[in-house]
Structures are given as C-alpha cells and as structure tokens.
C-alpha cells in the first residue's frame, strides 16, 4: 500500500469548489504530519501552493491565491486541498507531499479537469 | 527574486555518469537545506535526495542509494547532483528545489535520457 493515495482524476465545473484528497497509509497518523501541496501545468515545473499541518501551522504560498486553502480529516487519515471559485487556469495536476522516515513521500497525484 | 537554474543534463549511455549543476539567486544558499526531485516522462514527481545547509547531513531515496550523491558549494551558491551508473530507468527531468519539508521555490529541470 502506498504511503499516500490521491485519486488520480477529478472533474469539477468552473466556479464550483473542488477537494483534492491525500489518503496516508494506515499506521500513520495525518496528525503527526505536516503536508505540503504542488500544482503542475503540462511543460512546467511544480508550483507550490501551500502547506497544512493545523489551524495553526500552516502556510500558504508566495502570490497563491486565498482559494487555495487546506485541512485534514482526521476520521479519514485524510489531507485536503480545496480550491474555491475554480478556474479554468486550475485545471492542472496536484500532487501531495509529507516526510516521512528520514525521506520525502509524493502521492501519485490528482489530474483535475475544469470543465 | 528567487531563482533556481539546473543545468548538466544529456543523454548517457546505461552505466555511465552525469553532474547536474543548480545555481541560485535571490536568496541566502547556506541558510537552506536543498533537494532534487525528479519526473519521469509522463509520470508523477519521485523525491531523489536532499542535503542539509553546510552538507553534514544527506538523505537519499532507495532507488539511487549508492549511486547517485548530493552535495553543494555555498560559495558558489551551486546544488550538485553526480549520477552513476545510470540505468534506463533514471531518464527524468530532473528538478532542483529550496527546503525539505515543503519546496516553496523550484528550477525549470534538466532532462537526463538513458539509452543506449
């Protein structure tokens, strides 16, 4: 079982909101981790967006946008990216990252069509 | 302005060697642990290896333990990555990243293509 699960597609219509799920594996425990979200556009490098540990550690990234925000479901081991208002400029891939055991864990990633 | 430049990449024949360069700007170098992380042609980002401010410390993803090795000049403000014994699997754009924890700022990559 991967260390971090993230459905690999979502779609979502413009304006609407989008939550963008990064599952841990069982055993560890979202609440001891700090994760950190990226966007990535087709030819580009990864962006990052921002960074959520607790309501009150957590950091957003240089320029992005407040529609950008994060949190975690504690019930589902779960660390979400939500994004409000979407756009179509949102459309992209997100990938969720944590360290983990002395080394750095990407989930798979979520291909999101703003559609 | 915060920039990163990699540089170093090619295409190698299986078992031979690369040194990847990433030269930044606009920030302290020496106050920032550093990372490479690379991308496989249409596939997600694999974390490769990270190094600590004044190089004490380095970590390394099982798939280039002993293969590859970080390391950095912070008089030159300059990221190195040296690759060995190359194998067809490790052709990848490969990114230079600030931090360890989250990467809040990232080069544009290098590819480096393994074929013989």
């Known amino acids: 079982q991967a260390v971090l699960t993230q459905p690999s597609s979502l779609s979502a219509s413009p304006g609407a909101s989008a939550s963008l799920t990064c599952t841990l594996r069982?055993?560890?425990?979202?609440?001891?981790?700090?994760i950190s979200w990226y966007q990535q556009k087709p030819g580009s490098p990864p962006q990052y967006l921002l960074s959520?540990?607790?309501?009150?550690?957590?950091?957003?990234g240089s320029g992005v946008p407040s529609r950008f925000s994060a949190s975690k479901d504690a019930s589902a081991n779960t660390g979400i990216l939500l994004i409000s208002g979407l756009q179509s400029e949102d459309e992209a891939d997100y990938y969720c990252?944590?360290?983990?055991?002395?080394?750095?864990?990407f989930g798979g990633g979520t291909k999101l069509t703003v559609l | 302005e915060v920039q990163l430049l990699e540089s170093g990449g090619g295409l190698v024949q299986p078992g031979g060697s690369l040194r990847l360069s990433c030269v930044v700007s606009g920030f302290t170098f020496s106050a920032y642990f550093m990372t490479w992380v690379r991308q496989a042609p249409g596939r997600g980002l694999e974390w490769v290896s990270a190094i600590s401010l004044s190089s004490g410390t380095t970590y390394y993803a099982d798939s280039v333990m002993g293969r590859f090795t970080i390391s950095r000049d912070n008089s030159k403000n300059t990221l190195y990555l040296h690759l060995d014994s190359l194998r067809v699997e490790d052709t990848a754009v490969y990114y230079c990243a600030r931090n360890l924890e989250l990467f809040d700022y990232w080069g544009q990559g290098t590819l480096v293509t393994v074929s013989s």
């Open positions: 990252m944590i360290w983990h055991s002395g080394a750095v864990v």
């Open positions: 069982s055993g560890i425990n979202v609440a001891s981790y700090r």
């Open positions: 959520f540990k607790s309501d009150s550690d957590k950091q957003q």
